[in-house]
């Protein structure tokens, strides 16, 4: 498939969107503004919808699936540095909240 009109230059694509994160659940690169950053209280992930909580955080895709995805993976324990499971039963809360009645 080609598309038509302007050549894509891999790379260049997206500096001008400002900070980019990576969802930890599917590894997908976007900006900052779009991804939900989580920071680790305890052994608890809290949603930072401020971004403003101290510590380590992690982005992620404010939906069900990445966080599924990030689960399956342990992706939390790897992102926040930690050896045991995390609880992001809040997270899952918050995203259920925001999705309305998705899923
Ligand atoms: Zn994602």
Redesign the pocket.
């Known amino acids: 498939m080609r598309r038509h009109g302007k050549l894509e230059y891999g790379g260049h694509v997206g500096q001008l969107a400002g900070p980019q994160r990576t969802?930890?659940?599917?590894?997908?690169r976007?900006a900052k503004s779009e991804?939900l950053r989580l920071v680790l209280v305890g052994d608890h992930v809290i949603p930072d919808q401020r971004g403003r909580l101290p510590g380590r955080g992690a982005s992620?895709?404010p939906?069900l699936?990445?966080l599924e995805?990030?689960e399956r993976r342990r992706a939390f324990p790897r992102a926040f540095r930690v050896q045991g499971p995390v609880d992001v039963t809040q997270v899952r809360a918050h995203l259920e909240k925001e999705s309305g009645n998705v899923m």
């Open positions: 969802c930890v659940g599917c590894r997908v976007e991804l992620l895709h939906r699936s990445c995805l990030a």
